[in-house]
């Protein structure tokens, strides 16, 4: 059986579609964009800022769902140029410092035109 995750303290979803589910021992979040949560607005315009941004917003999903960043198993990542790749990894590497498996793919546009992307699954 499957639980809806939900926080105030990360964006609402901008579709149909929720911020996270709990399936079993994990944990399956959606893409997570830099939206800040106080505003709904994307405020910050490098890679570094969004990353950050994106970071803290899974932090917060991760959270509501019983766990935590450091326990992700797996992250898909989308830039939408990939000659942002180091700057994004910089960042990255700060937060998930338990190294999960990764896919990262540079995509033609991402909502609201943001940089990056990351959704996560971690365990519970």
Do not use: H, W
């Not at 797996?74 to 937060?95: E, P, Q, R």
């Not at 338990?98 to 943001?114: G, M, Q, W, Y």
């Amino acid at each position: 059986m499957s639980e809806i995750i939900y926080t105030k303290n990360a964006p609402d979803a901008i579709g149909p579609y929720s911020q996270a589910v709990k399936v079993g021992n994990l944990v399956f979040t959606s893409g997570q964009i830099a939206i800040v949560p106080s505003s709904g607005n994307v405020e910050a315009t490098t890679i570094e800022g969004q990353t950050e941004q994106v970071c803290q917003n899974l932090s917060a999903v991760l959270k509501a769902a019983g766990t935590s960043i450091e326990k992700a198993v797996k992250t898909v990542c989308f830039l939408a140029d990939m000659g942002d790749f180091a700057s994004f990894n910089a960042v990255y590497g700060k937060y998930f410092v338990s190294k999960p498996a990764r896919s990262c793919v540079a995509v033609k546009t991402l909502p609201k035109n943001v940089l990056v992307e990351v959704e996560v699954v971690a365990e519970i």
